[in-house]
């Protein structure tokens, strides 16, 4: 069974940087896979944000974190960063990574709500 699993939300102030780990074990990675990364602010509904084929050949950015976020692959521990750059207070959220075995684009997946997700990670950035 897969699990999901992020890390590494913290507070920083507005212009700074954090880097988020999604551990997948349970299963063997490989392009057979997509992997992303959502947020959920106070008030909004979840939105994808960074979203890949695990192999990184198909990638979508969100327009709202475009320039400032990237993603990072680590395939020996099956672990997807997120580095998050030039930090704005409207980027606090709780941060959700998920991953599944399908042959969607990346784009398709961070528009889809069923994923199998981690248990989220807050990150809050102040002024």
């Known amino acids: 069974q897969v699990q999901v699993v992020d890390s590494g939300g913290g507070s920083v102030q507005a212009g700074g940087s954090l880097r988020l780990s999604c551990t997948v074990s349970?299963?063997?990675?490989?392009?057979?896979?997509?992997m992303g990364w959502f947020r959920q602010a106070p008030g909004k509904e979840r939105e994808g944000i960074l979203c890949?084929?695990?192999?990184?050949?198909?990638?979508y950015v969100a327009d709202s974190v475009k320039g400032r976020f990237t993603f990072a692959r680590d395939n020996a521990k099956n672990t997807l960063y997120l580095e998050m750059n030039s930090l704005k207070p409207e980027d606090t959220a709780i941060y959700y990574c998920?991953?599944?075995?399908?042959?969607?684009?990346?784009?398709?997946?961070?528009?889809?709500?069923?994923?199998?997700w981690g248990q989220g990670t807050l990150v809050i950035v102040s002024s």
């Open positions: 998920a991953a599944d075995e399908t042959g969607v684009t990346p784009y398709d997946y961070c528009s889809e709500s069923s994923h199998q």
């Open positions: 349970g299963a063997t990675l490989d392009d057979d896979y997509a």
């Open positions: 890949i084929r695990w192999s990184g050949s198909m990638t």
